[in-house]
């Protein structure tokens, strides 16, 4: 089924499914206090990732969005993943869609000149985690975090990624 798995660039066309996947993951399955009128991203997808210099890009099988990952740029050579997010029967290494979407989203970095991701969780998505540190996130204190990392409200987990490219400095 890897092979029937494409990712693809998301504009606004296809916000109501990225909020599909999205919504019930955060507050059914993980029981994370959060409404749609706190992510308004989810409703511009084109302002808010795509215009700054950023990226959306999902998973589909079968013509069904199945998962999502963004990054916002956020200046200084730097960017922010925001909504990693996988449908549960869509997880794990068979298929590999968190992976193919990582691994999407750091061709466009190494493209874009992007050299350090940071990234914001909450404490229950512990297997995202994981996942963030078998792919060389380094975990680290909110006081590290740059100033100009936009922090969302709910987090309390926080990675950063140092990226060198074959090639780069």
Request: glycine share 8%; aromatic share 12%.
């Amino acid at each position: 089924m890897t092979e029937e798995i494409s990712i693809q660039s998301l504009d606004n066309r296809y916000s109501h499914q990225a909020i599909d996947v999205i919504l019930p993951i955060q507050q059914v399955e993980f029981g994370v206090a959060v409404t749609l009128e706190q992510q308004p991203d989810l409703l511009d997808i084109e302002s808010f990732y795509l215009a700054p210099g950023g990226g959306f890009w999902g998973a589909f099988h079968q013509g069904r969005l199945v998962g999502t990952i963004a990054l916002v740029s956020i200046g200084h050579h730097a960017g922010a993943i925001r909504k990693m997010f996988v449908r549960k029967e869509y997880r794990g290494k068979e298929l590999s869609v968190a992976q193919r979407l990582l691994d999407t989203l750091l061709a466009y970095c190494k493209d874009h000149g992007i050299t350090d991701l940071y990234l914001g969780t909450v404490d229950v998505f512990r297997a995202a985690h994981r996942f963030y540190e078998r792919n060389g996130f380094l975990r680290i204190v909110r006081g590290d975090l740059p100033d100009y990392f936009p922090r969302m409200i709910p987090d309390t987990i926080f990675y950063h990624l140092p990226l060198v490219f074959p090639g780069s400095k």
